[in-house]
């Protein structure tokens, strides 16, 4: 085998992974913590998007929605096996499908923001913030306690 080849083969996996949150080496309240934080930082976020929604100042648009979806990333990954705790219902480890369908559609709806921040069209990117703000009700009211 030549280095190159051998070198991929090593980094494969942590290219594969290098977007994951890390949380293997955590105590479950540090990952309650953890995603409670970045509940927190969704709120900031989101709130600060709004009123910029309507200014079409979009290069500090996008990098907002591009924090808001690192955020809403790394906050479905951080509800493994036996992490109840915190707001979060039972019902997320009971239903897990539904989380993780809800969790997806609050994705795809900060990606379709980027769409309308690419196209800088501010009518369909105050549609789209609004569908995006709409999920959080959404999902509260059947997963937070
Ligand atoms: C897919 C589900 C889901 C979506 C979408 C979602 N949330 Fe949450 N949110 C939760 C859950 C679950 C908790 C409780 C987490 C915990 O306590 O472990 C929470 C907690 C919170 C908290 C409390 C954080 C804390 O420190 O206790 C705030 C604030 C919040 N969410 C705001 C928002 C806002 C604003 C949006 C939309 C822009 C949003 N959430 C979208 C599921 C969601």
């Known amino acids: 085998m030549n280095i190159k080849l051998i070198l991929l083969l090593i980094f494969i996996p ?14 479950v ?6 995603r409670m934080g970045n509940m927190s930082k969704i ?13 079409g100042e979009f290069d500090e648009i996008k990098l907002v ?10 906050f479905k990954e951080l509800f493994p096996e036996g992490s109840q705790g915190g707001k ?5 480890w009971e239903d897990r499908e539904t989380f993780d369908l809800y969790n997806d ?7 379709d ?3 309308s921040i690419e196209n800088e069209d ?7 913030f609004n569908i995006m703000a709409s999920n959080c009700g959404t999902c509260h009211k059947k997963f937070r306690n």
């Open 65 to 74: 929605n591009e924090e808001l979806l690192h955020a809403a990333k790394d």
């Open 122 to 128: 501010s009518v369909s990117l105050m549609e789209n």
């Open 29 to 34: 309240e540090e990952i309650v913590k953890q």
């Open 88 to 92: 979060a219902s039972d019902l997320i």
């Open 105 to 111: 559609n609050f994705i795809k709806s900060i990606e």
């Open 113 to 115: 923001i980027a769409i």
């Open 14 to 27: 942590f290219f594969a992974t290098s977007h994951e949150v890390n949380i293997e080496d955590k105590s």
């Open 43 to 55: 709120k900031a976020y989101s709130s600060k998007m709004y009123p910029l929604t309507m200014t």
